[in-house]
């Protein structure tokens, strides 16, 4: 089966109440064939009332999901990681208290891979970017900046920055959803979603300026870095098979440029 010629006819919206049990609900309404794990809070840093945020939804939400898939025989899951887990090159070292829940519920779903035959593939995630992405990242950061003129304060920018555009995203979570309708998915597989090709801050502001033909007002060097910052992307995770990003950093840039 290929999900890129499958057409859904209709899209149905169910809300999460917070239980367990209105989480049972609605996996037995929509009976999925694969369950794609997204949601989450991303803090790149955090304060102590961020906590319980932090548990409730990278956790606790989380593991109600897996609990709710297993009731209802529904055990195919995509789950996403963050190349946050890996500070220094390493097999396990979070970044930030973020990074730490995502790993915890890495951990917690070995029981579902173990005890009740969960298929699972996590897809750890770069720096993702395209048109209409209403984060304060990068792109829009430089943009706003350049509409204003107003200094925009950065870090001296010698941190290398793996981007993947956002259809490459998607394209990797639809090959991935065919591993596991293909039955070529064991317990738990991890696959990193990168570019391959990490770019030097500096160097990527200097290629934005140069697709957009214009000069940025940027203070480098303005800000600190931040506390355990990524100077270099994790690299050491494997590829996902049959992927590969097929939009390049000139004609993503671009995309958002019209947006």
């Known amino acids: 089966m290929n999900l890129l010629d499958e057409k859904s006819e209709q899209l149905k919206i169910h809300i999460h109440d917070g239980s367990t049990s209105g989480m049972i609900a609605i996996l037995a309404l929509s009976k999925p064939d694969v369950v794609f794990h997204l949601a989450s809070l991303v803090l790149t840093q955090h304060k102590p009332d961020d ?21 209802n025989n529904s055990c195919s899951l995509i789950n996403t990681g963050t190349f946050w887990q ?68 950065m870090s001296p920018g010698e941190q290398l920055i793996d981007l993947v555009h956002i259809k490459d995203v998607v394209e990797a979570y639809i090959v991935a959803a065919n591993l596991l309708f293909d ?17 030097k801050l500096k160097e990527l502001v200097r290629i934005y300026e140069k697709v957009a033909n214009t000069t940025i007002p940027i203070e480098w060097g303005g800000r600190n870095y931040r506390d355990r910052e990524v100077m270099v992307p994790w690299s050491r995770g494997n590829s996902l098979p049959d992927w590969r990003p097929r939009i390049s950093l000139l004609d993503g840039i671009k995309s958002v440029l019209t947006d």
């Not at 048109?131 to 900046?145: E, N, S, T, V």
């Open 183 to 199: 039955s070529k998915v064991i317990g738990h597989e991890r696959y990193s979603v990168s570019s391959g090709k990490p770019v």
């Open 51 to 71: 906590l319980l945020r932090l548990l409730q939804s990278n956790i606790i939400f989380a593991t109600q999901l897996a609990e709710a898939m297993s009731e």
């Open 86 to 153: 890996h500070y220094e090159n390493r097999d396990y070292a979070p970044t930030t208290l973020y990074a730490a829940t995502k790993q915890a519920f890495e951990d917690i779903l070995k029981y579902y891979v173990d005890a009740k035959n969960f298929r699972v593939i996590t897809l750890t995630l770069f720096d993702s970017y395209g048109p209409g992405d209403p984060r304060p990242k990068l792109f829009r950061l430089l943009r706003d900046a350049n509409i204003s003129r107003q200094t925009l304060l």
